[in-house]
């Protein structure tokens, strides 16, 4: 059995948020259009609050995008984004969400950020969606959203170490690309075993099953 991840389509993280994601908005109809083909879809949700340690108005002296090093390892500091009850942490209107069986909310402990949707940054701390994707015997997973080069990707990498197959489906991506790390981090997937496919595909595939 497959899910379909939709990964942080939230208004922060789309063209006028507070951490936009070059025109991030425009794999929301193509997302919509895969729902039909999957049973199962989980969307995941960033939720801080607003004192979260990533935030670089809550680090004294630090700017935006500098990195700094956490208990649990280096931390790049963000703009405020996606504070809890916020509409910038509010999924893209234009997201269809009827049939979402589960929303992984993630970052709302204050001290410690978390890009994956399976594990906060400390890769120890879960969020539950392994617990839940096991529940109902799903092995093969298909990643869409925000962004390429962080969250999706450590999702991608954790979903492979917890034994799952893996696709994202890179015409339903956008990255930040902070510095070549939308390369980097393809390259990344790639070499780990993440499997590259497009919508079409996807569809293809599902409806001959």
Same mark, same amino acid.
């Given at each position: 059995?497959?899910?379909?991840?939709?990964?942080?389509?939230?208004?922060?993280?789309?063209?006028?948020?507070?951490?936009?994601?070059?025109?991030?908005?425009?794999?929301?109809?193509?997302?919509?259009?895969?729902?039909?083909?999957?049973?199962?879809?989980?969307?995941?949700?960033?939720?801080?609050?607003?004192?979260? &340690?990533?935030?670089?108005?809550?680090?004294?002296?630090? &700017?935006?995008?500098?990195?700094?090093?956490?208990?649990?390892?280096?931390?790049?500091?963000?703009?405020?984004?996606?504070?809890?009850?916020?509409?910038?942490?509010?999924?893209?209107?234009?997201?269809?969400?009827?049939?979402?069986?589960?929303?992984?909310?993630?970052?709302?402990?204050?001290?410690?950020? &978390?890009?994956?949707?399976?594990?906060?940054?400390?890769?120890?701390?879960?969020?539950?969606?392994?617990?839940?994707?096991?529940?109902?015997?799903?092995?093969? %997973?298909? %990643?869409?959203?925000?962004?390429?080069?962080?969250?999706?990707?450590?999702?991608?990498?954790?979903? %492979?170490?917890?034994?799952?197959?893996?696709?994202?489906?890179?015409?339903?991506?956008?990255?930040?690309?902070?510095?070549?790390?939308?390369?980097?981090?393809?390259?990344?997937?790639?070499?780990?075993?993440?499997?590259?496919?497009?919508?079409?595909?996807?569809?293809?595939?599902?409806?001959?099953?």
């Amino acid at each position: 059995m497959e899910a379909l991840i939709i990964i942080d389509l939230q208004n922060d993280f789309c063209p006028g948020g507070k951490l936009a994601v070059p025109k991030g908005d425009e794999i929301v109809t193509t997302i919509n259009s895969l729902l039909p083909y999957f049973d199962q879809v989980i969307q995941t949700q960033d939720w801080h609050p607003q004192d979260h &340690s990533s935030f670089a108005s809550n680090q004294s002296g630090k &700017s935006e995008y500098e990195t700094v090093s956490m208990d649990y390892g280096e931390q790049v500091l963000w703009p405020d984004h996606c504070v809890q009850g916020t509409r910038g942490a509010e999924f893209h209107p234009d997201l269809k969400t009827n049939d979402t069986r589960m929303i992984v909310r993630k970052g709302f402990r204050q001290e410690i950020d &978390s890009y994956s949707v399976f594990f906060e940054n400390d890769h120890q701390t879960k969020t539950g969606l392994d617990g839940f994707l096991s529940s109902f015997g799903i092995k093969k %997973l298909f %990643l869409c959203g925000l962004a390429t080069d962080f969250c999706v990707k450590w999702s991608a990498l954790d979903a %492979l170490k917890l034994g799952y197959e893996v696709y994202l489906i890179d015409d339903a991506v956008k990255a930040i690309d902070l510095n070549g790390s939308e390369a980097a981090a393809i390259k990344e997937m790639k070499d780990a075993g993440v499997k590259f496919i497009s919508s079409d595909f996807v569809k293809q595939e599902l409806s001959d099953e």
